[in-house]
């Protein structure tokens, strides 16, 4: 059963396009956070504040999906 099924929230599917090699900690871990461990990875995840302002501290790495 999906998320927005029983939450009633909308979903954000997030695709990793850049590595985090390179960029500081911070942002290393916003990607662990969010559930990322490969590139090209999608992931999904609940629309909330708290993953919006993670995928905008990122926004140069990850691309929403939907």
Avoid: Y
Wanted: glycine share 10%; aromatic share 2%; net charge positive.
């Amino acid at each position: 059963m999906s998320a927005q099924k029983t939450t009633g929230k909308k979903n954000l599917r997030i695709r990793q396009v850049r590595s985090g090699i390179g960029c500081p900690i911070g942002m290393r871990e916003t990607l662990r956070a969010l559930g990322f461990r490969r590139l090209h990875q999608v992931v999904e995840r609940v629309d909330t504040p708290e993953t919006r302002g993670m995928i905008k501290k990122i926004s140069h790495l990850v691309e929403v999906v939907e």
